[in-house]
Antibody, heavy 121, light 112 residues
Framework: EVQLVESGGGLVQPGGSLRLSCAAS????????MSWVRQAPGKGLEWVSD????????HYADSVKGRFTISRDNSKNTLYLQMNSLRAEDTAVYYC??????????????WGQGTLVTVSS | QSVLTQPPSVSGAPGQRVTISCTGN?????????VHWYQHLPGKAPKLLIY???NRPSGVPDRFSGSKSGTSASLAITGLQTEDEADYYC????????????FGGGTKLTVL
């Protein structure tokens, strides 16, 4: 059974940093691209970033480009999201999602339960 | 403003049929990219409902069906049940510079 467990969320001040983690199990982690998707309070789903299975390629939404960095450690079956220069509008539940393909994002067949990030002073 | 446009809400009585539309443009759905649908219950992980326009993952009832034509796609739910009350999102690939993955704004389904 595929399991994705996010951690690392919390309260952070504007301009601060946070690193999210997503521990994966139940599948060959390195064989699939992975994404981060967020949902701000009262809003819909917003794709944030993705990384290929090998870690050689990644993409970012315009809203986070230059501030967020996605990475993965295939030896630890873990996906990360380093979030810097955080803004109030980054407040959201962040979901880790498993893609159906190795390289480019396609669709997400498994999701984690999410971790809440609150940016506030 | 989402790249893919969905109605904010739809409703129906138990047993009825509802459809949820998802309208894109020529850089996503109209360019031939596939559409996928997710069901999201509050406080839960989103769940893949339909993939590649019209395919159901194992375990998803056949009351749920998807279709795609031109720059739009639709999700149909027949025989509405109270447990279908949730938010539904379409998702596709976009070739513009804003990023490869786009979601619709979401549709809240209320079962009356």
């Amino acid at each position: 059974e595929v399991q994705l467990v996010e951690s690392g969320g919390g309260l952070v001040q504007p301009g601060g940093s946070l690193r999210l983690s997503c521990a994966a199990s139940g599948f060959t982690f390195s064989s699939y691209a992975m994404s981060w998707v967020r949902q701000a309070p009262g809003k819909g789903l917003e794709w944030v970033s993705d990384m290929s299975g090998s870690g050689g390629g990644s993409h970012y939404a315009d809203s986070v480009k230059g501030r967020f960095t996605i990475s993965r450690d295939n030896s630890k079956n873990t996906l990360y999201l380093q979030m810097n220069s955080l803004r109030a509008e980054d407040t959201a539940v962040y979901y880790c999602a498993k893609d159906q393909q190795l390289v480019n994002p396609y669709y997400f067949d498994s999701w984690g339960q999410g971790t809440l990030v609150t940016v506030s002073s | 403003q989402s790249v893919l446009t969905q109605p904010p809400s739809v409703s129906g009585a138990p047993g009825q049929r509802v459809t949820i539309s998802c309208t894109g443009n020529n850089s996503n759905i109209g360019a031939g990219y596939d559409v996928h649908w997710y069901q999201h219950l509050p406080g839960k992980a989103p769940k893949l409902l339909i993939y590649v326009n019209s395919n159901r993952p194992s375990g998803v009832p056949d009351r749920f069906s998807g279709s795609k034509s031109g720059t739009s796609a639709s999700l149909a739910i027949t025989g509405l049940q109270t447990e279908d009350e949730a938010d539904y999102y379409c998702q596709s690939y976009d070739s513009s510079l804003s990023g490869p993955v786009v979601f619709g704004g979401g549709t809240k389904l209320t079962v009356l």
